[in-house]
């Protein structure tokens, strides 16, 4: 039974939210939301990163009850006493995001583009190797039409000449929201998502099999494609310190800096009060 005075259901993101800048996450975080599912608050990691990296993801949130993966487009329920269960699984035709690109780049110039294609763990990105992508250990060169030649879990995409912000407007424009959704995460690269697959909506698939309100969701966030799930979530919006000003812009609240462990700080105080 969740306490009076409490949400029902609580979603964060991970990266530059829940977990800090040195990629850890705090024995104060972790205890902290392992006194929220004992108080009966199931928790939900909320995240852009693919399936490839599950076991990281659990590790960063051991409490998890489910994981919002690849922004939306895996969501898994790992309280199944079989094991766990895969409620979404959504794919981006890789002859769509040829198209998609093409259009792209007719607009905007040249793009960098990496694919997620494969859920294998630890699987390599494909694409275009740039300096500033933070993780080159998972990362193996190929051509555009190796990238496209099959379905892909999502695309990344930048261009020297726009800032990403910039981008993903001009991207807006272009791509309709039939085709593919679009977001940033605050890695310099504007992210292809299969069409209607946002936090939002992966959040919501968890929120049916609960039985729980939109009304009745805490979430936090602190970059754009979090903005999806703080329009959808009724509870609270609540941004990190050092979340993008748009994320700011969409929060009810704002708690300490991720490094600061703000999300764990708010959760001890709704705890306590």
Not at 121 to 132: E, F, M, R, V
């Amino acid at each position: 039974m969740v306490r009076p005075g409490l949400p029902k259901l609580i979603a964060t993101d991970l990266d530059g939210t829940l977990v800090r800048s040195d990629n850890t996450v705090s024995a104060y975080t972790h205890e902290v939301l392992d006194r929220m599912r004992t108080a009966g608050i199931p928790m939900v990691g909320a995240t852009g990163r693919g399936p490839r990296l599950t076991e990281l993801t659990r590790n960063d949130i051991r409490a998890a009850d489910f994981l919002v993966m690849a922004n939306g487009g895996r969501v898994v329920d790992q309280s199944d006493p079989d094991g766990p269960l895969v409620l979404r699984d959504e794919w981006l035709s890789g002859a769509v995001l040829a198209e998609l690109l093409t259009e792209l780049e007719a607009a905007v110039g040249p793009l960098t583009v990496m694919v997620e294609s494969s859920d294998e763990p630890n699987a390599p990105l494909w694409g275009d190797y740039h300096a500033s992508w933070p993780y080159p250990d998972l990362f193996e060169a190929r051509s555009r039409a190796e990238c496209l030649s099959g379905n892909v879990i999502k695309a990344f995409a930048r261009t020297a000449d726009h800032h990403t912000d910039e981008l993903l407007t001009a991207a807006q424009r272009i791509i309709p929201p039939h085709a593919a959704s679009l977001t940033q995460a605050g890695l310099g690269f504007i992210e292809i998502c299969p069409p209607g697959v946002d936090k939002a909506t992966g959040l919501r698939v968890v929120a049916e099999r609960l039985g729980v309100d939109p009304a009745e969701v805490l979430v936090f966030g602190d970059q754009p494609n979090d903005l999806p799930m703080f329009s959808w979530a009724g509870w609270a919006r609540v941004a990190v310190a050092n979340a993008h000003p748009a994320v700011h812009a969409a929060a009810d609240e704002a708690t300490l800096r991720n490094d600061d462990d703000g999300v764990a700080v708010y959760l001890d105080r709704l705890l306590t009060r």
